[in-house]
T-cell receptor
Framework: GAVVSQHPSWVICKSGTSVKIECRSL??????MFWYRQFPKQSLMLMAT?????????EQGVEKDKFLINHASLTLSTLTVTSAHPEDSSFYIC????????????FGPGTRLTVT | AQKITQTQPGMFVQEKEAVTLDCTYD???????LFWYKQPSSGEMIFLIY??????QNATEGRYSLNFQKARKSANLVISASQLGDSAMYFC????????????FGSGTQLTVLP
C-alpha cells in the first residue's frame, strides 16, 4: 500500500514558539491531505483539509492563523503551530488518498507535540 | 451532518474467542463508506476493513468481518480468534461521497485481550 510519512515523530517546544510538522506521501502524489488532532484517550478530530496549490479548508473552531497549512507540492503538506501553548499539546496525524484509486485513506505515523 | 457512535469505551475478551465492537452511524446521504481502524499504543492508524453503502455482502478481511445492517445503520466489527496483539483502540469511521472525502471518527473502543 501507499506510504505516508511524518516528521518529526515527536517534538517538545517552549510556549510561545512555533513548530512545523511535515507530512509526505512517499510513493504517490496527493492532491488532498487531511490533518487530524487527537488528545489523549480521545478520537481523531479533523482540523483541516489541505489542498495542493490552494488554501486549506479549516473545520469550524480551528484557528487558521494559529495552525498554518501549506501544501506546496503534490507530496508535501506542512502544519505549523504558531505561538504554541500547552493546550496545543496533542497527537497530530495526517492522511492522504491516492487519487482515483479506491477508498482507502493512508495515515502517517503521527507527531506527538508537547508544549512546555 | 454525519455522526458515528461507539457506545463501548472498553471491552475485554479472552484470547482465542470472538468479540464484536459496536458502531452505529447517522447520515442522510445514500452513498457512503464505513471503515474500521486499529490504533495500538504507538499511535499509528492501521486500516482493517471497509464497507461501501451499496455493497450487498458483508466485508471480510482475514479475522475481521463487518456486520453491516443498513436499515439499522450499524456496522459492527467482529474479530474472530482474538490474539494478544489485538489489544488496541479501535475506531469506526465514515466517509460520505463528496469532494473532499474526509473521515468522521467515532469515539473509539479500547479492546483488551486477556491471556
Amino acid at each position: 500500500g501507499a506510504v505516508v510519512s511524518q516528521h518529526p515523530s515527536w517534538v517538545i517546544c517552549k510556549s510561545g514558539t512555533s513548530v512545523k510538522i511535515e507530512c509526505r506521501s512517499l510513493d504517490f502524489q496527493a492532491t488532498t491531505m487531511f490533518w487530524y488532532r487527537q488528545f489523549p484517550k480521545q478520537s481523531l478530530m479533523l482540523m483541516a483539509t489541505s489542498n495542493e496549490g490552494s488554501k486549506a479548508t479549516y473545520e469550524q473552531g480551528v484557528e487558521k492563523d494559529k495552525f498554518l497549512i501549506n501544501h506546496a507540492s503534490l507530496t508535501l503538506s506542512t502544519l505549523t503551530v504558531t505561538s504554541a501553548h500547552p493546550e496545543d499539546s496533542s497527537f497530530y496525524i495526517c492522511s492522504a488518498r491516492v487519487p482515483n484509486e479506491g477508498y482507502e485513506q493512508y495515515f502517517g505515523p503521527g507527531t506527538r507535540l508537547t508544549v512546555t | 451532518a454525519q455522526k458515528i457512535t461507539q457506545t463501548q469505551p472498553g471491552m475485554f475478551v479472552q484470547e482465542k474467542e470472538a468479540v464484536t465492537l459496536d458502531c452505529t452511524y447517522d447520515t442522510s446521504d445514500q452513498s457512503y463508506g464505513l471503515f474500521w481502524y486499529k490504533q495500538p499504543s504507538s499511535g499509528e492508524m492501521i486500516f482493517l476493513i471497509y464497507q461501501g453503502s451499496y455493497d450487498e455482502q458483508n466485508a471480510t478481511e482475514g479475522r475481521y468481518s463487518l456486520n453491516f445492517q443498513k436499515a439499522r445503520k450499524s456496522a459492527n466489527l467482529v474479530i474472530s480468534a482474538s490474539q494478544l496483539g489485538d489489544s488496541a483502540m479501535y475506531f469506526c469511521a465514515m466517509r460520505i461521497s463528496g469532494s473532499a472525502r474526509q473521515l468522521t471518527f467515532g469515539s473509539g473502543t479500547q479492546l483488551t485481550v486477556l491471556p
